[in-house]
């Protein structure tokens, strides 16, 4: 079982930048490849970005294309997510998962952290 702990979120100002982080508790997080979702208030959970288990290949949701980066460091057992321009539309609470395939269906990932949340407000 691998376990996730997302950290970063917080309060920030439109416009404003910010980097999300996605521990993973176990030495085979080369063997999945990683995905954030976020949730808003009264909204499902929706796709945002996802990177392949070697960081070689990258998608992310329209919303955020061209905003947001992931990336991971496999020697690290993390995740990221840069996440630029803000807007109060990206507040949410993000979750880091796992996946066997590289792929942006939700039921496709396993393995979910708790969550971090995002504010973006003035």
């Known amino acids: 079982q691998v376990q996730l702990a997302e950290s970063g979120g917080g309060l920030v100002q439109p416009g404003d930048s910010l980097t999300l982080s996605c521990a993973a508790s176990?030495?085979?997080?080369?063997?999945?490849?990683m995905g954030w979702f976020r949730q808003a208030p009264g909204k499902e959970r929706q796709f945002v970005a996802a990177?392949?288990?070697?960081?070689?290949?990258?998608t992310y949701a329209d919303s955020v294309k061209g905003r947001f980066t992931i990336s991971r460091d496999n020697a690290k057992n993390m995740v990221y997510l840069q996440m630029n321009s803000l807007n109060s539309e990206d507040t949410a609470v993000y979750y880091c998962?796992?996946?066997?395939?590289?792929?942006?269906?939700?039921?496709?990932?396993?393995?979910w952290g708790r969550g971090t949340q995002v504010t973006v407000s003035s």
């Open positions: 998962a796992t996946s066997t395939f590289f792929t942006k269906r939700r039921d496709s990932y396993h393995y």
């Open positions: 176990q030495r085979t997080f080369v063997d999945y490849a």
């Open positions: 990177i392949t288990k070697s960081g070689a290949d990258t």
